[in-house]
């Protein structure tokens, strides 16, 4: 089974910056589309980011202009640059790797 870890997650103020890291087991890392999905306080999961294999990447509405998914192959790892934080981004954010997730980190955005 591929293992995937995030860690980056904490308190933030409104307006702040985040980075998220995603650490991949997966042998051929390299061929799978990544995406980051979250779950925020009394909602649904939803998407927020992805990466194919091939570098082009796709977002959310809610968080365009604001991330930035990124990948380091060598590193079998993906990152979410998040920026401009703002309260409603407040979730728990997974990562994914075809179809296996990660555990979760929490982000939590608040004055």
């Known amino acids: 089974q591929v293992q995937l870890v995030e860690s980056g997650g904490g308190l933030v103020q409104p307006g702040g910056s985040l980075r998220l890291s995603c650490a991949s087991s997966?042998?051929?890392?390299?061929?799978?589309?990544m995406a980051w999905h979250r779950q925020a306080p009394g909602k649904q999961r939803e998407f927020v980011a992805r990466?194919?294999?091939?570098?082009?990447?796709t977002y959310a509405d809610s968080v365009k202009g604001r991330f930035t998914i990124s990948r380091d192959n060598a590193k079998r790892t993906v990152y979410l640059q998040m920026n401009n934080l703002k309260p409603e981004d407040t979730a728990v954010y997974y990562c994914?790797?075809?179809?296996?997730w990660g555990q979760g980190t929490q982000v939590t955005v608040s004055s």
């Open positions: 994914v790797a075809g179809e296996y």
């Open positions: 997966a042998t051929f890392f390299s061929l799978y589309n």
């Open positions: 990466i194919r294999s091939g570098g082009n990447t």
